[in-house]
């Protein structure tokens, strides 16, 4: 139901940008967001987007990542920017209804290395 892509490997400084598409039998979003997952670490938040438009970011990423997305199209993007070797995790993909559904997607890999 939700299908993410746009991860890799990046040199640090690099750039990538992370999509993620909600399929039509999820509706109603109230927020989508990307969380990651370090080896040996808790999933965390790195950026929300509102269905009215706002946004949040965990501190380590302000400046650096932006998420941006299309309401029409239940996509939502992660651009990403000045990334560092603390950066490398997997990204998930995460949607929150109005009615209290949570859905996450596979989880993608980013690698920040040189």
């Known amino acids: 139901q939700l299908q993410a892509c746009g991860g890799g490997l990046v040199q640090p400084g690099g750039s990538l940008r992370l999509s993620c598409a909600a399929s039509?039998?999820?509706?109603?979003?109230?927020?989508m967001g990307w969380y990651r997952q370090a080896p040996g670490k808790q999933r965390e938040m790195v950026a929300i987007?509102?269905?009215?438009?706002?946004?949040n970011y965990v501190d380590s990423v302000k400046g650096r990542f932006t998420i941006s997305g299309t309401n029409a199209k239940n996509t939502v993007y992660l651009q990403m920017n000045s990334l560092a070797p603390e950066d490398t995790a997997v990204y998930y993909c995460?949607?929150?209804?109005?009615?209290?559904?949570?859905?996450w997607g596979p989880g993608t890999q980013v690698t920040v290395s040189s």
């Open positions: 995460n949607v929150v209804t109005y009615n209290g559904y949570v859905y």
């Open positions: 039509g039998s999820i509706f109603s979003i109230s927020v």
């Open positions: 987007l509102t269905s009215g438009a706002g946004t």
